[in-house]
């Protein structure tokens, strides 16, 4: 009876600590704290970060967490194309997309512009990846074969097999520009 006594205090004990020590939906990513959010009808994820040695932390809203975008490869020259630029442009080419491709568009604005204060704008496709220089940016949104970020004509090409994929591509590229994940 003591041993069994014995037993559901530990695990008492133990559960208690879970509990009090961590917010339900949070975990670890590294060193960053990643905590689901449900507000309202919005679901999405809110990442504790720390920019510029800052002792007050600073949350990053996504859709997605980091954990489910480590499939989405990130290529070569992605960081320079974009943290170099005074001003960035989304050049969507196929006309047919439209509503998750307006969601990847605004969260990838709202980060860049949040972090970076590098604006992004959207101007009836004037800028294609032809006017990429070494002020203006362009991030081309496009549908494919396989969900992915990469550099390609002067432009950073956000990728997705669906138009959902886009939003997942456009959140991976913030973590990683941010340093919560590797490319």
Known sequence: MKKIITLLIIMFITASCTFFT??????KYGEFEITRVKEGGYEGYSTKVYINESPAPTYMNTRHDPQSLEDIKIGNGVRENLLTKEELFLYIEDKNLKGFTTVAGLEF????????????????NKYSCNNANETIG????????????????????????????????????MFFLLGIMKG
């Open 22 to 27: 961590e917010a339900p939906g949070t975990y």
């Open 109 to 124: 604005n709202n980060l860049m512009e949040r972090f970076y204060s590098i604006p992004v704008k959207y101007e009836d």
């Open 138 to 173: 362009v991030v081309k949104l496009q549908l494919g074969d396989e969900t992915k970020v990469f550099v390609e004509d002067n432009c950073v090409v956000l990728q997705g097999q669906t138009e959902q994929d886009l939003v997942r591509s456009a959140d991976r590229v």
